[in-house]
């Protein structure tokens, strides 16, 4: 006798983060999200949809351990590591370099979709949202950061929305800054990503030195007292020479996985990574690394109206002996900013602002409003994309995305 086999009687639930649509809310947002695609079609912003599903790669190249943390990834049936979309920005220039033949600089893109991204620290903000956007590849021009930031902060105008603010600082000051000191990529990435917990200022310095000796940001120079490991080695660092950490991670991955997963022991492929990059790279002396956090938590307190805080940064920059041009473009940025009424009184320069992904490296924004826990939205400039991406050559571009439902549920109409 044959059995059937027996079926639970458990509701089957939908994942926490995804949302059904009843019909009218579905027109709600179809209506919105015409109005955007008007918005951004006015600035000559033509239309690309992007697959959900790419390479996790894609993901991984320069966008930081915060995404990477968020994807929602796994192997196909193909046996390749794919990846739901996060965000839009690297399969647009992911699209630019695959067709770049045929499209002529500069291009400007918009685009709204589904995208997904798990956030175990905050179940509640996981899941499926929408993301509109623009972007805008091929100019490094101040008129393009401007052009940028206007149509950004038309977004919230148009839809009526009040209460809303602009945050604003320039990730290029940093770096410039960190010239001064000499810092390597481990250190200014470490150093960069610890800029929002810099605004308390140099007492918070201590407790990051701790964290670069745990990490091995500092401590010893990378050499060995020689023996067969120094040939591995010196393959190892030529495979790698003038690749960025990010791109020299994801080298080093691709060769790991040459060897059998046995060899890994308790540690993750993450983790052998880390320690070749500080065995082949070596790490910073502290000194040095204590100077760039001082230099960099002087900077994170600036907070406050334009004219003021470009003052403080421009006194930082002289204190350290460092190029004060990247302070000279952002002053003219603001200075044109100012001449469309949108965002007077809403702009703010807070130099503890830190976007989530790595790929950004001039100006960065967040538009907030105090009745979402989080950003609206934000962006900024992305020069060194595309050579993380394959490109022999940097592609300069910026551009922003908004969270359509957060506008949505702020009463957008």
């Not at 639930?13 to 951004?40: A, N, V």
């Not at 190249?61 to 193909?78: H, V, W």
């Not at 790595?358 to 939205?377: D, M, Q, R, T």
Request: net charge negative; proline share 4%; with cysteine.
């Amino acid at each position: 006798m044959n059995r059937q086999p027996t079926q639970s009687t458990e509701t089957v639930s939908r994942l926490q983060g995804m949302t059904d649509l009843s019909e009218e809310s579905w027109r709600s947002k179809q209506e919105l999200q015409e109005r955007l695609r008007q918005l951004l079609g006015e600035y000559g912003y033509r239309l690309l949809e992007t697959p959900v599903l790419e390479s996790t790669e894609l993901f991984l190249r320069k966008s930081g351990g915060e995404l990477a943390s968020q994807l929602y990834s796994f192997i196909d049936s193909g046996s390749n590591a794919v990846s739901l979309r996060p965000e839009f920005t690297s399969p647009i220039m992911r699209h630019y370099l695959e067709n770049a033949s045929g499209i002529d600089l500069p291009a400007r893109w918009q685009y709204c979709g589904p995208v997904f991204r798990y956030d175990s620290s905050h179940p509640e903000a996981s899941g499926q949202f929408t993301q509109v956007g623009g972007e805008l590849i091929g100019s490094s021009d101040v008129t393009a950061d401007v052009e940028l930031l206007k149509l950004a902060v038309a977004v919230p105008t148009k839809l009526g929305l009040d209460g809303w603010s602009l945050r604003l600082a320039d990730l290029d000051i940093l770096n410039r800054l960190l010239d001064s000191v000499g810092v390597s990529d481990r250190a200014r990435s470490f150093i960069i990503q610890s800029m929002p917990l810099l605004r308390e200022g140099r007492t918070a310095v201590p407790k990051f030195l701790e964290e670069g000796r745990h990490l091995h940001v500092v401590g010893g120079n990378g050499s060995n007292n020689g023996g067969s490991g120094d040939s591995e080695d010196a393959a190892l660092r030529q495979a790698v020479k003038g690749l960025d950490d990010d791109q020299a991670r994801s080298v080093l991955l691709g060769l790991l996985q040459w060897n059998s997963a046995d060899q890994l022991g308790q540690r993750t492929p993450e983790e052998v990574v880390g320690r070749l990059l500080h065995k082949i790279r070596g790490t910073d002396s502290e000194d040095k690394l204590r100077q760039g956090l001082e230099l960099a938590s002087d900077l994170a307190a600036i907070n406050g109206q334009p004219p003021q805080a470009l003052d403080a940064v421009k006194k930082v920059l002289a204190s350290a002996g460092s190029d004060q041009s990247a302070a000279d473009r952002l002053t003219e940025v603001i200075g044109l900013m100012s001449n469309g009424g949108e965002s007077k009184g809403r702009l703010v320069l807070d130099f503890g602002l830190v976007r989530g992904l790595a790929y950004y490296n001039g100006v960065i924004f967040e538009v907030s409003h105090p009745g979402w826990p989080g950003a609206l939205g934000g962006g900024g400039r992305y020069d060194t994309l595309s050579r993380a991406l394959g490109s022999e050559n940097a592609v300069p571009a910026l551009g922003f995305a908004y969270n359509l439902d957060a506008l949505i549920s702020l009463g957008a109409s």
